[in-house]
């Protein structure tokens, strides 16, 4: 059987939305499942609506994501071009109306479009133009395209009967012929129409699988009736669900919902992204969560995918996120993470030991400032902070801690995280005390915040000793203002 050919067909406008860059994975997924191939096409036919940079966004946004094409504009391949607007400079889209012109699936249509666009908006929803240029003789045609008037060329749609056709998620689609509007395949300035240009190049690239929203569900039939007037066979159709916002809204750009480079900036990784969106709609057979694109690849199946519509959750997109942190190897992370710290920390400290705790404990990179802002400089804090209640900790607790600790650290002649926890534990020992009561109040005092990426030890190892010490200082001396 011949290999999957798919097609990622995004219009230039600017922004990956969400549910486009799902559209493009699921293409890439079920072309390499089956060892085919993956094709990049540029739909840019609506001159209006190009975005200047767009296509950048585009070629930058898949190769992050590792969304390699097999055939494209930028590395070409046997079914070029692969951009619309290149490819109707051949005139092949004219070409291909004319001749559906001749095989009685289309025809001339000389109506001025300011009055039907007027009688389409008075009609409103489910307007089905009856076009008087149908029956026109072939010499009157000829006339008028002689004399130079401007025409465009309309699909001929046979009112009578159905058409259907059955689509890998949403099953069996059947409609009514008399409902299908005779759509507009070749434009009066030569340019095809989204509804003409992606059968012909769909047909012409040999695509095996069209997978899009759900969007183009209802105008399928419509495509699949030009294929039938020319005798080409149709491809496999897989429509997917919206992406939602919640359970009302679809997630958009106009409602300012995040595109893929949003949530690049706000920190998460393009792999646990790539992750995220695969699951929106499609599930694995078991209950695993964690896939690399390879094992996606292998383990994804159009049988899968749901029509129900997916809510996008950034809680859980988080989560995914986080899991991946903790999962990369440590120098990678401390690559990674590196351009964070440096803006937030200008002292001398271990940054790869900093890197180790925030490892341990990063959802998502913009985390890291906030997290160790601490790092250069104490802020100011309240000891009501050393107030808690399951480390069995109070302000009286902490001042006796905090001075023990002062004692112990002074008397470490060697400063590093063993000799350091060996210090701390062995004083709540010594004292008869919980290790809290000693951990808390310390951490407490050479951060000042309740929630930070490490524990006492690590933060007084990044810190080191004098730092430390100057700080345990500081919060004894507020303990004892505080409690006289
Ligand atoms: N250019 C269309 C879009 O961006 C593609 C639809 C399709 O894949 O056929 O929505």
Redesign the pocket.
Same mark, same amino acid.
């Given at each position: 059987m011949e290999k999957a050919r798919t097609r990622f067909?995004?219009?230039p406008t600017g922004y990956m939305h969400i549910g @486009?860059l799902r559209?493009a994975l699921y293409e890439y997924l079920v072309a390499k499942k089956d060892g085919g191939t993956f094709i990049l096409r540029i739909?840019d036919t609506d001159q209006g609506r190009i975005v200047e940079g767009a296509v950048d966004i585009i070629y930058n946004t898949m190769k992050t994501c590792g969304l390699h094409h097999d055939e494209g504009p930028d590395i070409g391949g046997e079914y070029g071009p692969y951009v619309q607007s290149e490819r109707m400079q051949c005139g092949m889209y004219k070409e291909y109306a004319e001749k559906l012109v001749e095989l009685g699936g289309a025809h001339y249509c000389f109506c001025d479009e300011a009055v039907l666009a007027k009688e389409r908006e008075e009609a409103g929803e489910g307007f089905l133009y009856d076009d008087p240029c149908k029956y026109l003789s072939k010499e009157e045609i000829a006339a008028k395209i002689a004399a130079g008037e401007k025409y465009v060329i309309r699909q001929n749609i046979d009112p009578e009967g159905t058409t259907s056709f059955d689509d890998e998620v949403y099953g069996h689609i059947e409609v009514e012929n008399s409902v299908l509007d005779e759509q507009i395949l070749l434009k009066s300035d030569g340019f095809p129409t *989204?509804n003409f240009a @992606?059968v012909i190049d769909d047909h012409l690239m040999k695509i095996t699988h069209?997978v899009?929203?759900n969007e *183009?569900l209802s105008s399928t039939p419509k495509y699949n009736l030009i294929y039938d007037a020319f005798g080409w066979q149709k491809p496999t159709y897989v429509h997917l669900p919206p992406v939602m916002k919640d359970e009302h809204h679809k997630l958009s750009k106009r409602n300012g919902d995040a595109s893929f480079q949003d949530l690049v900036a706000k920190g998460y990784l393009p792999a646990a992204i790539m992750n995220y969106i695969a699951l929106l709609g499609w599930s694995p057979a078991d209950n695993e969560e964690i896939f690399t694109l390879e094992e996606l690849a292998e383990k994804f199946d159009v049988s899968r995918i749901s029509k129900s519509p997916s809510i996008f959750d950034i809680e859980k997109l988080t989560w995914m996120n986080g899991m991946y942190i903790r999962n990369m190897d440590a120098e990678a992370w401390y690559e990674l993470a590196l351009p964070y710290m440096k803006n937030a920390i200008k002292s001398d400290v271990d940054l790869h030991a900093v890197a180790a705790i925030l490892q341990q404990r990063t959802d998502k990179l913009t985390d890291i400032e906030p997290n160790v802002d601490f790092i250069d400089e104490l802020q100011e804090y309240d000891t009501a902070l050393f107030v808690h209640k399951k480390m069995k900790t109070t302000e009286e607790i902490a001042l006796k801690s905090l001075i023990h600790c002062k004692e112990m650290l002074e008397g470490l002649e060697e400063y590093n995280m063993e000799t350091l926890h060996d210090g701390y534990i062995g004083l709540a020992t010594k004292l008869e005390m919980k290790n809290g009561q000693i951990m808390w109040p310390a951490r407490i005092a050479i951060t000042g915040k309740d929630k930070t990426p490490g524990g006492a030890v690590e933060i007084s190892n990044i810190l080191g000793k004098e730092e430390t010490i100057r700080r345990i200082t500081v919060g004894i001396e507020k303990l004892q203002a505080k409690l006289g």
């Open positions: 067909a995004p219009s @486009n559209t739909e *989204y @992606n069209v899009r929203g *183009y």
